[in-house]
């Protein structure tokens, strides 16, 4: 729980902290299994200076012991609280009192519970640390870690004993637990840089800790494990400067499940829920999101290791089994990793030593034959390493043994040393930790994978994170930089009756920003609604205008394509009946009578302001699918053309938008314009708007015209803006 928006720290003013020299562990103690005894225990191998406080004792296992924070000898730069929850306070003013530089808390009991007096109690520790100039981590937090000072600040059984392996990977964490279960790797060789736990992260968070790794030279790449954050601004803040520094951000967000409440009022409040925010944000700052706990270590091993891709998108597949080789190439297609033809030299090569019943191809079968010495096998990987074609190796192992994947792994290692190119294991047995694998796991330039799928899915996010040179920041408009004066006016005058505006309305607010809607008249009978008909000519929609109705298809509220006006005047009656049945008491204005739209595909267009993140930008399938398939793309808004052309792309039914079969396709780029238009509606109005759908935009073969739309303002907007009738005509 964070104490109240703020920047993020510096990477100096975390430095003490984070890298001490000194260190006082409060509650220190020789019980075993309690946290002052796990902490000294953790900090065994510590290269700095380690102070015990606690008055029973001189001495606790071979460290000086001190009665008090004030009889330290020097200021500590990190003081860890091994202390109960009615002792923090008390602490926290001891510790700026003697200077430190930070402090961790372990202590549980504070804004998690819930509980108003001990929600309280940690702001007011988090605002006297703010006041004192003392970063606080924690409370409820299991501790920090940092490999290249051999020092555990963490009360985690058995960290002492796992060997204070260095690496390139970078570990932040809200949950200590979750993140300790990742650390763990380091008993099979695998590497970590800092360990950063956050807990409730009442001053200390994961965005101050994502911001420090970003500067830290140990970390290359950096997991984050988080279950969400009070500021999604400072995140993104940090998150970017990750990306600016060419340090992958692999993101595991906990609680992805959407809890039911109450409906939501529109289409895009129904789809664009918090976790589809948090992924559409960590689009946004160049973060790759894991859906799997078991792939984080995995894709961010990777990416530290790598480096940049240097020949292009592809890759090659270097097997000893047949069957290994088209699981691999079955992964390629599904992650669409391109696996090109062997460079004629490298053909050559590899039909010196592979037997006819072998495959000299890509993937490559090398059989079981070129097993039987390291030579042969180190011959074929030196063709693979030496082939121009490829910015990657994809090497299957599919059993474990000391002759076959003992035997390889020096030579792989050896090769991994000579390559620019990154050499990807695919470690296949169950003998999760085989001959071999450890020194796999610990070579600073293979990754091991224990996933044929998630090695292709790693080498995709990697190929695609290199190649994403789409800018962060939009360079130009698409409407009118005065465009959100006129959607305030506009509103001050507004006919509305709760949170939404009505559809004609709603379509004003669109045209304010460029984008083009049905001309429209308002009929409040029958009689004037054949008479709106007639001077529109031709085919005409009729719609219910009612403020408080927001679907009107769910119940009759719309009939399309009407030309006769016997015809208009019954549907005009019946829509207003219908609407008396479903919305009793409810305040209806008339009908809407549109000119029909031309033929097109039906898309949906969405804004939603987001607690944490602001402003987001849906597009998708609209009509009648938008709730039946989902298939939809949503980013931060605003957006540019590179942007929205790539939401577009992502789409599963994008191929509607594209000639087949005769049909001729229809205007792409009329669609990107109002997808730009509407994403800088969100957030020139963010303080006013809260949700639109417009559903559907009919995107025709000459341009895109929004059929019906859907505004819900700000509850705080709703409460204060004064609302008189005022529907004239829309041209």
Same mark, same amino acid.
């Given at each position: 729980m964070a104490f109240s928006s703020r920047s993020l720290y510096a990477p100096h003013e975390l430095r003490r902290l984070i890298e001490p020299r000194v260190v006082a562990i409060v509650g220190a103690s020789e019980t075993p299994g309690s946290f002052g005894e796990r902490t000294l225990s953790n900090m065994a191998e510590f290269e700095g200076d380690i102070f015990a406080v606690n008055p029973k004792y001189k001495t606790l296992l071979g460290r000086p012991c001190v009665p008090t924070l004030a009889d330290l000898p020097t200021a500590p730069d990190c003081v860890v609280l091994c202390v109960g929850r009615t002792m923090v306070a008390d602490m926290i003013k001891s510790a700026a009192a003697v200077r430190a530089g930070g402090v961790i808390i372990y202590a549980s009991g504070f804004a998690e519970t819930a509980i108003p007096e001990q929600v309280a109690a940690q702001r007011e520790l988090c605002a006297y640390g703010r006041r004192s100039g003392l970063p606080i981590v924690g409370p409820n937090c299991v501790g920090l870690a940092n490999t290249r000072l051999r020092a555990g600040l963490n009360f985690m059984p058995g960290y002492g004993g796992m060997g204070h392996k260095r690496g390139p990977v970078g570990i932040v964490s809200q949950s200590g637990a979750l993140g300790y279960t990742v650390l763990q790797a380091m008993v099979r060789g695998v590497g970590f840089s800092r360990y950063l736990s956050s807990g409730n992260s009442c001053d200390v968070d994961v965005s101050d800790f994502i911001s420090y790794l970003a500067e830290d030279e140990d970390t290359r790449a950096i997991i984050c494990l988080f279950e969400g954050v009070n500021d999604g601004a400072r995140f993104l803040s940090a998150a970017r400067k990750a990306r600016e520094a060419n340090k992958a951000v692999i993101v595991y967000k906990a609680g992805t499940g959407e809890i039911s409440g109450p409906p939501a009022l529109s289409h895009t409040g129904t789809l664009v829920g918090s976790s589809v925010a948090y992924e559409a944000a960590f689009r946004d700052a160049g973060a790759i999101i894991a859906d799997k706990l078991e792939a984080v270590l995995e894709l961010a091993s990777f990416f530290a290791k790598a480096g940049t891709p240097v020949n292009g998108n592809s890759v090659g597949v270097l097997s000893t089994s047949g069957g290994a080789g088209v699981i691999c190439a079955d992964k390629a297609e599904r992650y669409g990793v391109l696996l090109p033809p062997l460079a004629p030299q490298t053909a050559a090569a590899l039909r010196r030593v592979v037997p006819d019943f072998g495959s000299v191809a890509n993937p490559a079968d090398l059989t079981a034959e070129a097993l039987k010495t390291?030579?042969?096998?180190?011959?074929?990987?030196?063709?693979?390493?030496?082939?121009?074609n490829y910015s990657a190796l994809v090497i299957p192992m599919v059993f474990a043994s000391g002759a076959s994947s003992g035997a390889r792994a020096p030579t792989l290692a050896e090769a991994a040393a000579r390559t620019d190119r990154p050499l990807a294991i695919v470690w296949m047995s169950e003998w999760l930790q085989g001959p071999g694998s450890e020194i796999l796991d610990a070579d600073p330039k293979i990754s091991v994978f224990r996933s044929a799928d998630r090695c292709f899915a790693a080498l995709r996010a990697w190929l695609d994170w290199h190649n994403d040179q789409s800018p962060r920041r939009i360079a130009s408009r698409h409407s009118d930089v005065d465009a959100g004066d006129r959607v305030r006016k506009l509103l001050l005058n507004a006919s509305r009756s709760g949170p939404a505006l009505s559809e004609s309305t709603s379509k004003k607010v669109l045209t304010c920003y460029g984008i083009a809607v049905p001309e429209e008249e308002l009929a409040r009978n029958p009689e004037e609604a054949a008479a709106a008909a007639a001077r529109l000519g031709g085919p005409v929609a009729v719609k219910i205008v009612a403020a408080?109705?927001?679907? #009107?298809?769910?119940?009759? *509220? %719309?009939?399309?394509?009407?030309?006769?006006?016997?015809?208009?005047?019954?549907?005009?009656?019946?829509?207003?009946?219908?609407?008396?049945?479903?919305?009793?008491?409810?305040?209806?204005?008339?009908?809407?009578?549109? #000119?029909?739209?031309?033929? *097109? %595909?039906?898309?949906?267009?969405?804004?939603k302001n987001d607690l944490q993140f602001g402003p987001l930008i849906m597009v998708g399938l609209g009509g009648i699918w938008v709730e039946l398939l989902q298939d939809t793309a949503v980013r931060l808004a605003p957006v540019d053309k590179n942007i929205a052309r790539t939401m577009i792309q992502s789409l599963k039914g994008r191929a509607l938008l594209s000639p087949f079969r005769g049909n001729s396709g229809v205007d792409v780029d009329a669609l990107i314009d109002a997808i730009c238009r509407l994403s800088e509606l969100a957030e020139d109005l963010k303080d006013v708007v809260g949700q639109i759908d417009v559903n559907p935009l009919i995107v025709a073969t000459n341009g895109a015209i929004a059929v019906d739309a859907l505004v819900m303002l700000q509850p705080q907007y709703n409460e204060t803006a004064s609302c008189v009738d005022a529907l004239p005509k829309i041209t």
């Amino acid at each position: 729980m964070a104490f109240s928006s703020r920047s993020l720290y510096a990477p100096h003013e975390l430095r003490r902290l984070i890298e001490p020299r000194v260190v006082a562990i409060v509650g220190a103690s020789e019980t075993p299994g309690s946290f002052g005894e796990r902490t000294l225990s953790n900090m065994a191998e510590f290269e700095g200076d380690i102070f015990a406080v606690n008055p029973k004792y001189k001495t606790l296992l071979g460290r000086p012991c001190v009665p008090t924070l004030a009889d330290l000898p020097t200021a500590p730069d990190c003081v860890v609280l091994c202390v109960g929850r009615t002792m923090v306070a008390d602490m926290i003013k001891s510790a700026a009192a003697v200077r430190a530089g930070g402090v961790i808390i372990y202590a549980s009991g504070f804004a998690e519970t819930a509980i108003p007096e001990q929600v309280a109690a940690q702001r007011e520790l988090c605002a006297y640390g703010r006041r004192s100039g003392l970063p606080i981590v924690g409370p409820n937090c299991v501790g920090l870690a940092n490999t290249r000072l051999r020092a555990g600040l963490n009360f985690m059984p058995g960290y002492g004993g796992m060997g204070h392996k260095r690496g390139p990977v970078g570990i932040v964490s809200q949950s200590g637990a979750l993140g300790y279960t990742v650390l763990q790797a380091m008993v099979r060789g695998v590497g970590f840089s800092r360990y950063l736990s956050s807990g409730n992260s009442c001053d200390v968070d994961v965005s101050d800790f994502i911001s420090y790794l970003a500067e830290d030279e140990d970390t290359r790449a950096i997991i984050c494990l988080f279950e969400g954050v009070n500021d999604g601004a400072r995140f993104l803040s940090a998150a970017r400067k990750a990306r600016e520094a060419n340090k992958a951000v692999i993101v595991y967000k906990a609680g992805t499940g959407e809890i039911s409440g109450p409906p939501a009022l529109s289409h895009t409040g129904t789809l664009v829920g918090s976790s589809v925010a948090y992924e559409a944000a960590f689009r946004d700052a160049g973060a790759i999101i894991a859906d799997k706990l078991e792939a984080v270590l995995e894709l961010a091993s990777f990416f530290a290791k790598a480096g940049t891709p240097v020949n292009g998108n592809s890759v090659g597949v270097l097997s000893t089994s047949g069957g290994a080789g088209v699981i691999c190439a079955d992964k390629a297609e599904r992650y669409g990793v391109l696996l090109p033809p062997l460079a004629p030299q490298t053909a050559a090569a590899l039909r010196r030593v592979v037997p006819d019943f072998g495959s000299v191809a890509n993937p490559a079968d090398l059989t079981a034959e070129a097993l039987k010495t390291s030579e042969t096998f180190g011959s074929c990987l030196d063709a693979f390493i030496a082939d121009p074609n490829y910015s990657a190796l994809v090497i299957p192992m599919v059993f474990a043994s000391g002759a076959s994947s003992g035997a390889r792994a020096p030579t792989l290692a050896e090769a991994a040393a000579r390559t620019d190119r990154p050499l990807a294991i695919v470690w296949m047995s169950e003998w999760l930790q085989g001959p071999g694998s450890e020194i796999l796991d610990a070579d600073p330039k293979i990754s091991v994978f224990r996933s044929a799928d998630r090695c292709f899915a790693a080498l995709r996010a990697w190929l695609d994170w290199h190649n994403d040179q789409s800018p962060r920041r939009i360079a130009s408009r698409h409407s009118d930089v005065d465009a959100g004066d006129r959607v305030r006016k506009l509103l001050l005058n507004a006919s509305r009756s709760g949170p939404a505006l009505s559809e004609s309305t709603s379509k004003k607010v669109l045209t304010c920003y460029g984008i083009a809607v049905p001309e429209e008249e308002l009929a409040r009978n029958p009689e004037e609604a054949a008479a709106a008909a007639a001077r529109l000519g031709g085919p005409v929609a009729v719609k219910i205008v009612a403020a408080e109705i927001y679907h #009107k298809s769910d119940f009759g *509220g %719309v009939r399309l394509g009407i030309s006769d006006p016997k015809d208009v005047r019954q549907a005009t009656a019946d829509i207003i009946a219908a609407a008396s049945r479903h919305a009793p008491g409810a305040r209806i204005d008339g009908v809407s009578v549109q #000119k029909m739209s031309p033929a *097109g %595909v039906e898309m949906i267009l969405g804004i939603k302001n987001d607690l944490q993140f602001g402003p987001l930008i849906m597009v998708g399938l609209g009509g009648i699918w938008v709730e039946l398939l989902q298939d939809t793309a949503v980013r931060l808004a605003p957006v540019d053309k590179n942007i929205a052309r790539t939401m577009i792309q992502s789409l599963k039914g994008r191929a509607l938008l594209s000639p087949f079969r005769g049909n001729s396709g229809v205007d792409v780029d009329a669609l990107i314009d109002a997808i730009c238009r509407l994403s800088e509606l969100a957030e020139d109005l963010k303080d006013v708007v809260g949700q639109i759908d417009v559903n559907p935009l009919i995107v025709a073969t000459n341009g895109a015209i929004a059929v019906d739309a859907l505004v819900m303002l700000q509850p705080q907007y709703n409460e204060t803006a004064s609302c008189v009738d005022a529907l004239p005509k829309i041209t």
